[in-house]
């Protein structure tokens, strides 16, 4: 559901009533949520957005936001009430669990569905392998190495239809995975490791003897031959290769079939162990290693809350997460004002009630010792960025062809589908190995030359047009050498009003091709499937209007389109040039458009923020003329 981006209708903040209707609602769906977890989930003070969004085919969903975390979702259509991925992380056991191998979160990724072959169970088969429920109940799946869920879904049957199914068919309809596009709108933290799930730590197993006969062995017994009953990870993928992922899907969105390898951590920053001390040791390595990589440029002084979220927060390794609130500091304040007392750094108060870090105490023996594990995070800060925004990886931008209408039977030919996409390099080399695979080129063409040397002025006689111009000798040949059409060929290039054709010359076959396919853009993010989208890329638009009392504000549509996330955006303007932002559904554009809104004209600085900070290509922004005169 939200494997392609979305567009948002609206953003909300919820009033204390409405907080309170969402917790009981909360409530009814999840008895297992206590009234205390309630309150840590939808807290009074935080801010909590409802985000009404129009995913990409058509469905209406609201996400409700928790410091920019979504933790619920619910569908408009049926008013049922999801946890998402960072909810689920917080209660693991919120939801009944499948398990399946850490390659298949991959393929689910990429758009497909979880098939049962897919889903490990422990023992035989029964009818209570995969618990009791009916067909749409929801569940979460999680992997054999980590029992924290990274997918949700509804199941596709019940129970005893799936025992019935015998392992045949789609088990679960996935909505939202990890490392989708619901995951992307929050901080985009990796999950937690709190070790294998139970079904590969104990339960019913079944024991192999030397003569291959399978003995049963009871709950809570043990043995080191033993093994739960499942099948292969090369099973299981080939099994959810066979699920047909629809006319929506295209091939890029389910590449990514390999498995990740993924980073070992180290024990003394797991926060799966219990207690505020762990998180102590925790908050204390990533403040030494924010001064150590990022920190060791910033501009003093810094808020406390701006060296927290843009030093201390990507410094943590891979795995983990800081919470202030699940240490003995309980705040950010008393945490910093610790090392001040160590000496490590000072902090001030200016204005009143705003803290500051003013300086920092280099010298001092624990920022000295401190060694940087370079490993332990995928993603490097990037410490000569002039900036303080979190680190930008600007989207790779495809300008692509899609295989349709008279072109598809020879693609087909050549091993591709409708709806594939090809660059026109990829193009020409399909055309080319094809012609010369069939003997097609024509041989035997009458060529006038005169001149020598490289550059020759030549005159070639074809279908009664004479031809004069300077051309290298092997781009003439290579251009306007004859290729006989053979009837896949003919139909992908020649159009019906214009009847029979037996030849073309080789450039006429290229632009007649390229021209039958539909254009297309392939964008691909980081850390994220390709996503295709025909037709022409939106450019992101600068635009300058007027409001009440004759004063200008800035317009910016379609950033969401290039991975900005807009909410980010609007507050690096809003710090960059001192003036109110926000973020809205756009007038009198399509419907599911969001705009950022900056009261002045700010053009300048938002061109030169994406230029130079998101390295967008100039040729992707339109309106950067709009830019008001410096003023001398």
């Known amino acids: 559901m939200f494997i392609k981006p979305f567009r948002i209708k609206s953003q909300t903040q919820l009033k204390g009533s409405d907080r309170k209707k969402l917790r009981a ?8 949520l206590s009234s205390e977890d309630l309150a840590k989930l939808i807290p009074s003070k935080d801010d909590v957005t409802l985000v009404r969004i129009y995913c990409y085919k058509g469905e209406s969903v609201n996400v409700y936001q928790v410091q920019k975390d979504p933790v619920f979702f619910m569908l408009e259509k049926d008013k049922e009430i999801y946890p998402t991925v960072y ?13 399946t191998h850490a390659q298949v979160i991959d393929v689910l990724a990429g758009g497909a569905d979880l098939m049962l072959p897919g889903i490990i169970t422990k023992g035989e088969m029964n009818p209570s392998s995969y618990g009791k429920f009916e067909k749409g109940f929801p569940v979460a799946i999680n992997t054999t190495d980590n029992k924290v869920p990274l997918a949700v879904g509804v199941t596709a049957h019940s129970s005893m239809d799936m025992y019935m199914c015998g392992r045949h068919g789609k088990g679960v309809s996935i909505l939202h995975v990890y490392r989708d596009q619901l995951w992307e709108m929050g901080t985009r933290s990796p999950p937690p490791n709190l070790g294998p799930p139970d079904i590969m730590l104990s339960g019913q197993v079944i024991l192999e003897s030397e003569d291959g006969a399978a003995e049963i062995i009871g709950d809570g017994e043990t043995n080191e031959n033993e093994i739960v009953k499942e099948p292969s990870p090369e099973q299981v993928i080939d099994a959810v290769q066979e699920l047909d992922l629809g006319d929506d899907q295209t091939p890029d969105s389910s590449s990514s079939l390999s498995p990740e390898t993924s980073t070992p951590q180290e024990e003394i920053v797991q926060t799966t162990m219990t207690g505020p001390e762990v998180m102590d040791k925790l908050l204390l390595h ?21 060296f927290y979220r843009l030093h201390m927060i990507p410094a943590c390794p891979d795995g983990t997460s ?13 945490f910093l004002n610790s090392m001040a007392k160590k000496e490590l750094i000072q902090v001030k108060e200016f204005p009143k009630g705003i803290e500051n870090i003013t300086a920092v105490n280099w010298a001092h023996e624990d920022i000295k010792s401190f060694t940087v594990d370079q490993e332990e995070t995928s993603i ?10 979190r680190a930008f990886i600007p989207p790779l931008i495809e300008e692509v062809n899609q295989v349709s209408g008279d072109t598809v039977q ?26 010369k695979r069939k003997g097609l080129q024509k041989e035997g063409q009458k060529l006038s030359l ?7 002025a030549c005159v070639l006689v074809t279908d009664q047009v004479s031809w004069l111009m300077p051309l290298s000798f092997r781009l003439l040949m290579l251009l306007y050498r004859m290729v006989t059409l053979d009837p896949l060929l003919h139909e992908a290039v020649v159009n019906k009003k214009e009847g029979f054709k037996e030849t073309l010359r080789w450039d006429e076959i290229f632009s007649r091709m390229l021209g039958k396919m539909a254009p297309a853009v392939r964008i691909t993010r980081h850390g994220s499937v390709p996503i295709i989208r025909k037709g022409k890329l939106e450019l992101i638009e600068l635009a300058v209007a007027k409001r009440s009392g004759n004063k200008k504000v800035t317009l910016v549509y379609n950033a969401s389109l290039y991975g900005i996330d807009e909410a980010e955006f609007a507050h690096q303007i809003q710090v960059g040039v001192a003036a109110s932002t926000s973020v809205g559904p756009a007038e009198h554009k399509p419907q599911g458009t969001t705009q950022v809104l900056v009261q002045g004209n700010q053009v300048a600085f938002i061109g030169k923020l994406l230029l130079e900070t998101y390295q967008l290509p100039r040729k992707y922004i339109r309106g950067l003329e709009l830019a008001g005169k410096s003023k001398k």
């Open 410 to 435: 020879f693609y087909r030919a050549n091993g591709l589908s409708k709806g594939d996409v090809l660059t026109v390099a990829e193009v020409r080399s399909i055309v080319t190995d094809y012609i």
């Open 380 to 389: 490097k800060p990037d410490i000569n960025k002039k900036d303080n925004s």
């Open 25 to 32: 609602e909360l409530s009814q769906a999840y008895p297992s």
């Open 450 to 456: 005169n001149g020598s040397g490289n550059h020759l």
């Open 87 to 99: 909810m689920l992380w917080r209660h693991p056991d919120l939801l009944h669990i499948f398990t």
């Open 322 to 334: 800081l919470d202030i609130k699940k240490s003995s500091y309980k705040k950010l304040s008393k």
């Open 286 to 306: 990533c403040f030494l290693k924010a001064w150590k990589t990022s920190g060791k440029k910033v501009a003093l002084p810094i808020l406390t809350s701006n």
